[in-house]
């Protein structure tokens, strides 16, 4: 199973004194199994191409294929396809709408068709899984949570759609760090654990290099780089600077070792690379 973009280009306000290319011929596939990471500064295309994986929106010219289905048809297995992939917005919490936690988890299988036993055994299963206890949490206001329990939540309810690919628009945004980790911490429970396919889009770094096991560069609605984090990091950070785009300081830190001569190797993502990097090259922090 896979998600198919082929030569999609997206423009707004077609017609219109207003009209802008926001996507430009993007030709990729999204294999099962993935956790894509897509960066970009802001402009580059990144929410509006999300958009477009779960037929949110429609690509102007070209194809987005789920499944081997197009799923900007008006058929029956288009919508089914639509719904195996699950989005959370940038501030997901804006999403929450019912009176309890569990209602608003149910929504989505609700709508599906499935039936009332199903239903309470998905909301189960998904509480379970984002560490809410049902008991403590079914019956409460999702409005009386913590910003980073109200994205549990959010995340939930997609999980509870039982979707084969994820997609996450900034998902931390506006988190303190506690929360952050936690909501990355379920994001790669979900990953490895249940198998979903997870896109990812963040203008962190950090979080993209330790997680992604592939990277997407956007600017201005093409994709100028498609590759592992550590080969565009090491090797193509004069492109992502005249991008505006950052690379993570782990990496910026190493690069400015081994230009002191430190015999550091390059293969570092995070801060635990870092580290295990200097042991091993033998070298002396004082």
């Known amino acids: 199973m896979a998600i198919q973009l082929d030569n999609i280009t997206y423009t707004y306000g077609v017609g219109t004194p207003f009209e802008k290319q926001a996507l430009k011929g993007i030709s990729l596939t999204i294999e099962n199994g993935e956790f894509l990471g897509i960066i970009g500064h802001t402009g580059s295309g990144k929410s509006t191409f999300v958009q477009h994986l779960n037929g949110l929106l429609h690509p102007t010219t070209g194809a987005v294929i789920v499944n081997g289905v197009d799923v900007s048809e008006k058929t029956d297995e288009a919508k089914r396809m639509r719904h195996k992939v699950g989005m959370v917005f940038q501030y997901p919490e804006h999403q929450l709408f019912e009176e309890t936690i569990a209602q608003d988890i149910a929504f989505g299988p609700k709508n599906l068709g499935v039936d009332e036993e199903d239903v309470d055994r998905r909301v189960r299963e998904a509480m379970q899984f984002v560490g809410l206890d049902y008991d403590t949490y079914a019956d409460r206001s999702p409005f009386h949570l913590s910003g980073g329990q109200m994205r549990r939540v959010a995340i939930a309810g997609v999980v509870a759609m039982e979707p084969d690919f994820l ?37 962190n770094m950090e979080d993209i290099s330790r997680m992604a096991s592939r990277l997407i560069v956007l600017d201005k609605g093409q994709v100028v780089l498609d590759g592992k984090p550590l080969e565009i990091f090491n090797n193509h950070r004069h492109i992502l600077q005249q991008l505006g785009v950052d690379v993570p300081p782990v990496s910026v830190l190493v690069e400015s070792l081994r230009h002191r001569g430190l015999p ?23």
């Open 167 to 203: 997609v996450l628009d900034e998902p931390s945004a506006g988190l303190d760090p506690f929360g952050r980790e936690e909501i990355f911490e379920e994001i790669i429970k979900l990953h490895k654990e249940k198998g979903i396919t997870v896109i990812l889009v963040s203008h």
């Open 264 to 286: 550091i190797s390059n293969e570092v993502l995070t801060v635990d690379d870092a580290v295990q990097a200097i042991i091993e090259g033998g070298c002396h922090v004082k």
